[in-house]
């Protein structure tokens, strides 16, 4: 094959998975879980000793689908993490721990979750979207911090599938960096969290 087949090869390639993105039948893995400056530094303030994350599950009594896939227009976003938005918030949590340099796999306090919403819809005028879980911090196996957080967003939204779809997915991505803000910002969960 030649470099000018292989070139058209690539280019057939993409403008097929822009045609499934837009007739509404792809299936899309969200991008990987990155560290953000403001949790970095809400962690550092937090006073917290370094900690270990935990499991994150699907809440008892919760459908499965929730944490498999979310639709947005008939397209279907799913988890990097095996195909787990639960394993996704536990990736989150992990990276601004780690990048806030908080993170130890060996703490005698330990941060697990059971993920209870998740949520996006890309409607024709606005879009919504939410996200919630229950966050349990363990020390030395005793349950010191248990609280249901939720966070959700609104946003304007396209007509157009090509812009709406992109944008509900950028907007549902964030409410996990921002769950994770609700976490460590928490009051409650500071007081716990002391020394």
């Not at 998740?118 to 979207?129: D, I, L, N, R």
């Not at 007509?159 to 964030?174: L, R």
Request: charge should be positive.
């Amino acid at each position: 094959m030649t470099l000018k087949q292989c070139v058209c090869r690539s280019a057939a390639m993409a403008a097929a998975a822009a045609v499934l993105v837009l007739t509404g039948c792809a299936q899309v893995k969200l991008g990987a879980a990155n560290p953000s400056i403001e949790n970095i530094q809400a962690a550092k303030a937090s006073g917290m000793p370094p900690v270990a994350v935990g499991t994150f599950v699907l809440a008892e009594g919760v459908p499965r689908s929730v944490d498999e896939a979310v639709s947005i227009r008939s397209n279907r976003f799913f988890s990097p993490y095996d195909s787990s938005f639960a394993k996704y918030l536990q990736e989150t949590l992990t990276a601004e721990l780690r990048a806030a340099g908080l993170l130890d796999a060996n703490a005698a306090t330990r941060i697990s979750g059971q993920l209870t919403r998740s949520e996006v819809e890309a409607g024709t005028s606005s879009g919504t979207a939410s996200l919630g879980a229950w966050f349990v911090v363990y020390r030395n196996d005793a349950v010191i911090y248990r609280k249901q957080l939720v966070e959700q967003d609104n946003w304007p939204s396209s007509f157009v599938g090509a812009v709406a779809i992109p944008d509900a997915a950028n907007h549902y991505a964030a409410l996990y960096r921002r769950l994770v803000a609700r976490l460590l910002t928490d009051e409650d969960f500071r007081k716990a969290m002391k020394p």
